[in-house]
């Protein structure tokens, strides 16, 4: 069964990149830019509702909002690779008519953001860290990877297995001891009085449970109600209120983009940082993965 729906999976990219993958067929790989992969259309849903546009430009979008832009190169590259994965990844799951909900910035959010010199400027860079890793995704065993991302750790990032339920060799602790030296590391929330208790914690300390009067919780529900920066808190009994103190922000699992960006100021291209945040993974142009298992 798990055969069949990894070969329906890649039925599915066929068809979403099929002018990509006849003229490889026909003309080979090195005749063929990658930037007519980047180029495919997809379905976005948008408040105006459904839209199609280039991958190209709603991954672009994703960047954006997700990693601050005044990042430098090689961050930005890892990102790209990161996003792009994600993306093909979910159109592979969900088949043809997939509607893909991860949030983005239309040009009028990067103004609003950036302002109009800062638009310009920023939309370049993103631009280029696209163009630069065209076509390029992260995979496991000759498969698409996830690809997680995130902010800031607590100085670790999680294990896959603790946050999915399922093992992922690739998602595993990897330590981040620069980011404990960021501004945002700690941050403290005070909020009315509540009978709370944390029940359990995975190996890094994310709360994974948290009891909230008769109801448990999850760590992430929690930290989404409460407006938190991370699920890594700690409760504590102050003046009649309850204190929270949370360390990173997101939800810790795969890549840290702030130790990302720490590695490329250091010299580390976006293939180290990779490597780094998902060992054993591989990098590789999309196409080429349709068409090897097309082949098997």
Known sequence: MGQRLKKLGCYILIIVLLPYVITVFINGPSTVSSSQVDSTRIKVKTDAGEVEMPIEEYCIGILAKEIPAEYGEEALKAQSVLVRTDIYEKVQAGGTGTVLEEEFWDQEQMEEAWGMTGYSRNYKKLENAWEET???????????????????????????????????????????????????????????????????????????????????????????????????????????????????????????????????????????????????????????????????
């Open 134 to 296: 065209e076509g390029q995704v992260l995979t496991y065993e000759g498969a698409l990877a996830k690809t997680p991302f995130f902010r800031l750790s607590n100085g670790s990032t999680r294990d896959g297995k603790e946050v999915l339920g399922e093992d992922y060799p690739y998602l595993k602790i990897v330590e981040c001891p620069l980011d404990i030296e960021a501004v945002e590391q700690i941050q403290t929330v005070t909020i009315e009085a509540l009978d709370a208790e944390v029940t359990k914690c995975d190996s890094v300390g994310y709360v994974l449970s948290i009891r909230v009067g008769e109801e448990v919780v999850s760590g992430e529900e929690f930290r989404e109600t409460y407006h938190l920066a991370s699920s890594c808190f700690t409760l504590q009994e102050y003046e009649g209120k309850l204190r929270i103190t949370t360390r990173g922000v997101g939800h810790g699992l795969g890549m840290s983009q702030y130790t990302a960006e720490r590695m490329g100021e250091e010299g580390k291209t976006f293939e180290e940082i990779l490597a780094y945040f998902f060992p054993g993974t591989e990098l590789k142009e999309v196409a080429d993965i349709v068409v090897q298992e097309e082949e098997r």
